[in-house]
């Protein structure tokens, strides 16, 4: 009788491990038939110069906003309420937006306790012209660093010259014809934080292939105190 009762016994915990290993397998397919999903769900981030600009070559603010709503979308940032209104954006009067611009959001800029929190966003293979920090209107040189949150950045700064370790990164010819000055080059991934290494000092950035959202932290921002390599974006 005691036999007997250990043989049901075991031959109820074999029926036991087997339905809870069919319920786990069962479980992980799901999970990998949703994610399989997601991924062909998200369709390639691509944009072209020609849909930010009317027939007359003014740029379209409002399609560089769904162009980026699109991309926040397809890296699932948190899109809160407002948030498209305060997006400030810039072509650097240069007409080719795809390639060569920026689109932020300050959240706070102190400069009475000088500190400073913003999000940056850039599209795929976009461009943050070169440019330097300076003291002007009472607040200092700005010093900063950035996280990326989502995508790639690959961000220049002083340093030995290491371009030709990047060939992706191409440097758009309308941009200073093709120069910049600062050829360090960094690829920052998500997660990961890069900082200006010397006050002054010039810098840019270039997104990757799924574009890139940055956040950025610095002692303060002053706009007086932006000046840019290409002397036709100042």
Same mark, same amino acid.
């Given at each position: 009788m005691k036999k007997q009762s250990l043989l049901i016994a075991l031959l109820i915990l074999i029926?036991?491990? +087997?339905? !809870?290993?069919?319920v786990e397998k069962k479980a992980n397919t799901e999970e990998n038939e949703t994610t399989e999903l997601k991924q062909v769900a998200?369709?390639?981030?691509? *944009?072209?110069? @020609? =849909? *930010?600009?009317? $027939?007359? &070559? #003014?740029f379209l603010e409002e399609k560089a906003k769904d162009a980026l709503m699109e991309m926040l979308a397809y890296h699932d940032y948190p899109v809160f309420e407002g948030l498209r209104e305060r997006i400030w954006l810039t072509d650097y009067n240069k007409g080719k937006y795809a390639e060569l611009g920026l689109a932020s959001i300050m959240f706070v800029n102190n400069e009475v306790d000088k500190y400073m929190l913003m999000d940056i966003f850039l599209l795929p293979g976009q461009m943050l012209g070169e440019h330097m920090h300076f003291a002007a209107d009472g607040n200092p040189a700005k010093m900063e660093g950035w996280v990326v949150r989502h995508g790639k950045s690959y961000v220049a700064g002083v340093g030995l010259d290491?371009? $030709?370790? *990047?060939? =992706?990164?191409?440097?758009? =010819? *309308?941009?200073?014809? %093709? #120069?910049?000055? $600062?050829?360090?080059?960094?690829?920052? /991934?998500e997660g990961d934080f !890069? #900082?200006?290494? @010397?006050? @002054? +000092?010039a810098h840019w950035q270039m997104a990757g292939p799924? %574009?890139?959202?940055?956040? @950025?932290? %610095?002692?303060?921002?002053? /706009?007086? &105190?932006?000046?840019?390599?290409?002397? $036709?974006?100042?």
């Open positions: 029926l036991f491990a +087997s339905c !809870a290993d069919k998200k369709k390639e981030l691509k *944009f072209t110069n @020609e =849909q *930010f600009y009317d $027939a007359d &070559g #003014k290491n371009r $030709a370790d *990047f060939p =992706q990164v191409v440097v758009p =010819q *309308f941009h200073w014809d %093709g #120069k910049v000055t $600062a050829n360090h080059i960094i690829e920052a /991934n !890069a #900082k200006l290494e @010397e006050v @002054e +000092s799924e %574009g890139v959202v940055i956040t @950025e932290v %610095g002692n303060v921002h002053t /706009n007086a &105190g932006v000046k840019r390599s290409d002397p $036709a974006m100042n």
